[in-house]
């Protein structure tokens, strides 16, 4: 499934390319932005190519179809809500579109969802804390449009360089897919999950578009993509959710509150990122929609790091959180662990951008210099263009005279005249 979608997304790119080149959507550069030449948008359109085609594949194949016909209705669920999404996004990055439009285009799809039977319908929990918390209709409703929503803007908000969103998508989806195939072992002894299927489809998606999107990008997914990844982000988060803890009640506490803890760790990052730049708009009488160049990631390469590095850095971090909650859990280790594990990695996530975190090279990457980082379109912010020197008119040389005197004035080099040995 992972390949399929992969391979689909991967050969939709360049057609999406000519298309978005065709009718316009290839804005001018804006003073947040870190790339430099105009790139076209629209990439979501192949994601979603590559999206639908794995979920119809995954429909049709025995084991993968027998798991998500227990989900609710996941297949149809995604495509129309994915559809809903990006054709949301589209028109946003062509035409733009108002937030609160594009908000309510977000909340539609997360209705569709549910509409569907995708949602929460308990709060996992260990027995001595009073065991799993079921949720009546509304209720349900309310929270899983509320983590849909938020999951899609997260995403949305950590887009901003290239190759970022997808691979941190792809890494968070690689977790999920690891974790419930952790959780239905211990279960039923399978393989196979409804989880499992979106988040296999979810990284395929991710893989195929990643070729054309990382430094220097030939394609950006646009808000069309990042919204759509970040709703199949969501659904694999509020499928996984819904666990008996009975079940798992063995294994400890930390495992039964893993699918509340999963989540989290996937979307530290991301959420990080938002709240902050929430925060920081409104503190200066701004809108929280309002762009700006506060992001971790301009953070990064404000001190010195370059484009690429930037994206490896929060690649490794988001890496090596998620999958130490997810081994965390494999091992069975206390519960307690997990706040230490919380506290460490948000140390480790607000030191990153100083300077002395930088490495070595990272002072010359402002400047451009760091071998890492070239192959492509320079990037970040344009140093202003400076006269080279002061213009000097130049007078006729002399008919005749002192030669040096003839050079200087053809703005030939003058070689110092030595005296004469006797």
């Known amino acids: 499934m992972a390949l399929v979608s992969a391979a689909v997304t991967y050969l939709l790119v360049p057609l999406v390319r000519r298309f978005a080149i065709r009718i316009g959507a290839m804005p001018e550069i804006r003073d947040r932005d870190v790339h430099t030449t105009p790139t076209p948008r629209l990439g979501g359109l192949a994601m979603y190519g590559g999206l639908v085609v794995g979920l119809l594949l995954a429909s049709e194949l025995t084991h993968s179809s027998e798991a998500l016909a227990g ?18 996004g589209f028109l946003d990055d062509w035409w733009g579109m108002d937030p609160f439009i594009k908000l309510a285009g977000q909340i539609a799809a997360a209705g569709v969802l549910v509409a569907f039977g995708m949602s929460l319908t308990s709060i996992p929990l260990p027995e001595s804390w009073g065991g799993s918390t079921s949720l009546d209709y509304t209720l349900s409703t309310i929270i899983t449009i509320l983590v849909v929503v938020v999951t899609i803007n997260a995403v949305n908000f950590v887009d901003g360089l290239d190759g970022l969103a997808a691979g941190i998508v792809c890494i968070a989806g690689m977790a999920t897919w690891a974790y419930s195939i952790i959780i239905s072992q211990v279960i039923s002894g399978s393989n196979i999950t409804a989880t499992a299927a979106i988040a296999a489809v979810l990284i395929g998606t991710c893989l195929g578009f990643l070729p054309h999107n990382f430094h220097p990008a030939k394609i950006f997914m646009g808000d069309t993509g990042a919204m759509l990844i970040g709703l199949v982000l969501a659904s694999s988060i509020v499928t996984v959710t819904p666990v008996d803890t009975s079940a798992i009640a063995d294994m400890n506490k930390f495992p039964v509150v893993l699918p509340l803890l999963v989540p989290a760790a996937m979307l530290v990052l991301p959420l990080v990122d938002l709240i902050t730049a929430v925060v920081r708009r409104t503190s200066q009488g701004l809108s929280p929609f309002a762009p700006d160049r506060g992001h971790l990631h301009h953070r990064l390469m404000d001190v010195g790091h370059s484009h690429r590095r930037s994206v490896l850095i929060m690649y490794a971090w988001t890496f090596v959180f998620s999958f130490t909650i997810v081994g965390l ?10 706040p230490v594990v919380i506290v460490v990695a948000l140390v480790v996530l607000i030191l990153m951008p100083l300077s002395r975190w930088r490495g070595r090279g990272g002072a010359h990457a402002a400047n451009g210099d760091n071998p890492d980082d070239d192959g492509g379109p320079p990037t970040g912010p344009m140093p202003p263009i400076l006269p080279e020197g002061p213009q000097v008119r130049r007078q006729a040389p002399p008919a005749g005279g002192d030669p040096r005197e003839r050079a200087s004035a053809e703005g030939n080099p003058v070689i110092p005249a030595f005296p004469r040995r006797s």
């Not at 989900?71 to 949301?88: D, K, N």
């Not at 494999?330 to 662990?337: D, F």
């Open 71 to 88: 989900t609710g209705h996941p297949v149809p669920a995604l495509i129309i809500a994915g559809g809903l999404i990006t054709v949301t």
């Open 329 to 338: 859990a494999r091992l069975g280790v206390p519960v307690l662990w997990f």
